[in-house]
Every structure is written in C-alpha cells, then in structure tokens.
C-alpha cells in the first residue's frame, strides 16, 4: 500500500489503524536504507504534504522498531493568537522531547580550560 493511501484511508475514516510498519519499511517507501539529511527531508516534506506523520519519531527509533502512520493533529488555537514567548517556549519544549539521545554538539566547546587540581588540594563536598 503507498502512502498516498494511507493517507486517504486515515483522513476518510477517523477510526482507520493502519498496521505498523518499521522504519526500515518506510524507508523502503522512499528506495532508501539509511536516513541520510536528504532521506530525512524528503520523507518529512512528503509525510507533510500528505498531513501524516509518524509516532514514534522515524528519525530516532531503531531501523526495526515498530511506526505508526497518523495524521497530523491540527492545533486547538491559531499560533498567531498566542503571545510570542509562548510560542518560542512551545517550539523548544518540542525540539527537546524529539531527539532524546546525547549528540555531540550538545558537548560544550572544547576550546575551554581544564579544570584541575593538585593532589595536595582539600576538595570539599557541600
């Protein structure tokens, strides 16, 4: 079955489960086996266009382990209507939840000087 669908399926009957299917599966959709940046965008922009989405994130789960294909829930107010510190808070809360694995450029500089100290030195716990 091709995403465009699914995509029908899901929008026409609200209560359609399609099976889950691995994120190697949809990378198959798209002739690819790796999630490459260009891999990632062009599975994202389609997924858009077409108003689904994937749960969990396909970009961070296990080659094998199990998606699901939903649409896209639509928001409960305009984000025009919200103040803009809101909507900033709202957009970086987001973006932490979606990657939860340590990456290197969460790493500070390492440009910065070693703390040491001599093995004379008292060290204080508080």
């Known amino acids: ?11 026409d009957n609200a209560d359609y489960e399609h099976l889950p299917i ?6 198959r959709l798209f002739d ?9 965008q ?3 922009v389609t997924l858009k266009s077409l108003g689904i989405e994937t749960e969990p994130n396909f970009e961070n ?10 649409l896209i829930p639509k928001p409960l107010t305009k984000p025009s209507a919200m103040a803009p510190e809101t909507q900033s808070a709202n ?3 987001v973006k932490e939840e979606e990657d939860p694995t340590f990456r290197i450029g969460r790493l500070e ?9 001599k093995s004379e030195d008292a060290v204080f716990a508080n």
């Open 61 to 70: 789960t296990w080659i094998d382990a199990p998606i699901k294909l939903r």
């Open 32 to 40: 690819a086996e790796r999630r490459g940046s260009s891999v990632v």
């Open 22 to 27: 691995t994120t190697r599966g949809l990378l």
């Open 1 to 11: 079955m091709s995403l465009s669908e699914i995509a029908k399926n899901l929008k």
């Open 91 to 93: 957009s970086s809360e």
């Open 109 to 117: 500089a390492v440009s910065r000087p070693v703390i040491s100290i």
């Open 42 to 44: 062009s599975i994202r």
